[in-house]
């Protein structure tokens, strides 16, 4: 297994996402949209109906947070171990907004938050003269988390 510092594991992504996220503007914004557009993701996938013989609501959304996890745990133990408390938290989030709202309105809320928030990506970049990341590969959607976990922990000192 790669380790998170090695040229090919985590550090390369987070380097090479950072190169695409100079601007000031552009990074502020990342700080809000980013963790938007995961929780609507989350949302949106909590809302999707589930068969009460495979689980309860928020199924489809714990099982592709699994997949993402093993993604981020493949890269890098420390970030995916602060990430799952984040998506953690964020789950907990969608399961109160889900039981005060409702499935559809739960969706609906998510797409309205997901296209502002996508707005807002997409007015970052062009404050900072480039193309988002994840047009070149789409792993860059699971990047930007990470990018974002790992400025906080360097900042905490972790």
């Not at 493949?74 to 984040?86: F, N, Y």
Request: glycine share 6%.
């Amino acid at each position: 297994m790669q380790s998170s510092d090695s040229p090919q594991g985590m550090r390369h992504w987070l380097d090479s996402y950072s190169a695409d996220h100079q601007n000031p503007t552009n990074r502020l914004l990342h700080w809000i949209c980013v963790p938007l557009i995961v929780w609507c993701v989350i949302a949106l996938l909590w809302a999707i109906p589930v068969p009460p013989m495979i689980g309860r609501p928020g199924f489809w959304a714990v099982a592709a947070l699994v997949l993402a996890f093993a993604w981020y745990w493949r890269q890098s133990h420390r970030l995916a171990a602060a990430l799952l408390v984040a998506l953690a938290l964020l789950c907990v989030l969608t399961e109160f907004a889900y039981r005060e709202l409702g499935p559809q309105k739960l969706a609906v809320t998510a797409v309205g938050v997901f296209v502002v928030a996508w707005i807002g990506q997409f007015i970052g970049h062009a404050y900072e003269g480039r193309r988002p990341s994840f047009l070149t590969d789409l792993a860059y959607l699971l990047v930007g988390p990470a990018w974002l976990m790992d400025k906080l922990l360097r900042r905490v000192g972790i």
